[in-house]
């Protein structure tokens, strides 16, 4: 299940989001693939010790930028004092590092702002630890909020504008348990849709304008509405025959002990009701975590996830990969096989002349080859 190859090297990565920005061109007029995963801490605690952000991007699918850390948990404003004030950001104490799967969206039409937006969950609670004589800090999984930052950039300048904290459709900020965390934001014709939800639940909600508030309450679905849901949605859109199908990919347990499957369902509406479709990639080998995305680049379909090759099998120090993605001809996903080659070349071979004028020498590295460094 850790045969896989991956895609990024130099960090521990995980719960990949892919975006193709079709608004962002290099001088040449080609997309680019964006990728904004989680980022698995050396020696790892659990998963409690995620405090940071990279992102990478490529334009062949081989040959991976690596153009830094654009967030940490150090870069929000935090609120002195113990026992944790949990308005705001919280305290910022050493047992509230939960930083998870993020996402990001391209979107023009807020004024003065983005257009590109970065958003994460993060924890303000903490384990069951705290300072002696003082009382227990509120636990981590019943304090999670959504941060919300903007940039002209997809790769720098999230840090140094306001981060702002997702509130609800009567402008109330929004904390919550683990049915928060894993957001993905939906795009369509304008629309700009929230997509979330752990602990077994998943919503949905529409953005208000600002992109930092929902426009209504969220609708709410359990595994009675979607069977087997665990956390981490990702919903795309796909043409099919002159018909347009919604898909909601999501990983959940179909039993044996062996963790998630990535499971997917169809719908002809964001908003459901949806048709359950089975597995399109069997356990990962991290334990009970899978998560990951859908996306088209250059004419092709790609499901990048993670598995734990990269730290030979250490489930909570895990690695992005990405392999290919056919459909059947009435729509449906045909299951992903895990591939030890990983993906052709998908565009020209990388240009570090080209690059250093795009993004500045010195800006990036090239991510190694996990064939190289594993021989």
């Given amino acids: ?58 334009d062949n699918m081989v040959d991976w930028i690596d153009h830094g850390e654009i967030l940490r948990r150090d870069d929000l ?10 308005s705001g950001w919280g305290t910022h104490h050493n047992n509230a590092m939960f930083m998870w799967a993020p ?22 609670g903490g384990i069951d630890t705290a300072p002696d004589g003082q009382p227990p800090l509120p636990n981590w999984n019943s304090t999670w909020k959504l941060g919300i930052a903007n940039s002209s950039s997809p790769y ?18 929004i904390m919550d348990t683990g049915v928060l965390i894993d957001p993905c934001i939906f795009h369509e014709d304008g629309d700009y849709y929230l997509v979330t939800g752990g602990s077994q639940q998943f919503s949905i909600a529409k953005f208000a304008p600002d992109m930092v508030s929902l426009a209504e309450p969220f ?20 043409m099919n025959n002159d018909k347009k199908i919604y898909y909601l990919m999501y990983p959940g347990n179909l039993g044996g002990g062996n963790g998630d499957d990535m499971l997917y ?15 399109i990639l069997k356990p990962v080998g991290t334990g009970d975590t899978s998560h990951g995305s859908i996306a088209e680049f250059k004419g092709k379909w790609y ?24 459909f059947n001809g009435d729509g449906t996903i045909k299951p992903v096989i895990q591939t030890a080659t990983g993906v052709k070349i998908n565009g020209e071979p990388v240009n570090k002349s080209a690059l250093d004028t795009k993004f500045g020498a010195g800006n990036y590295k090239i991510e190694g080859k996990y064939n190289e460094m594993s021989k």
């Avoid at 306001?162 to 402008?171: F, P, R, S, T, V």
């Fill in 1 to 58: 299940m850790n045969t896989a190859k991956p895609i990024i090297t130099n960090i521990f990565t995980a719960d990949p989001s892919a975006r193709v920005w079709k608004a962002w061109n290099d001088e040449n007029g080609e997309e680019r693939l964006w990728l904004y995963p989680s980022t698995d801490i050396a020696p790892a605690f659990g998963c409690d010790r995620m405090d940071q952000y990279h992102v990478f991007s490529t």
């Fill in 77 to 86: 404003p935090a609120n002195p004092g113990y026992p944790a004030d949990l």
């Fill in 103 to 124: 996402d990001a969206a391209y979107n023009a039409g807020v004024p003065g702002k983005g257009p590109y937006w970065f958003i994460f969950p993060h924890a303000l």
């Fill in 156 to 173: 720098k300048g999230f840090r140094e504008n306001e981060i702002a904290i997702l509130k609800d459709h009567k402008g109330n900020e």
């Fill in 219 to 238: 609708h709410v679905y359990t595994q009675t509405q979607l069977p087997y849901y665990h956390e981490g949605p990702w919903m795309f859109t796909r």
């Fill in 265 to 279: 369902a169809m719908s002809d509406n964001p908003y459901g009701p949806w048709d359950y479709k089975g597995s």
């Fill in 303 to 326: 499901l990048f996830y993670h598995n734990a090759a990269l730290s030979k099998g250490k489930g909570n120090l895990r690695s992005v990969c990405a392999d290919e993605l056919f």
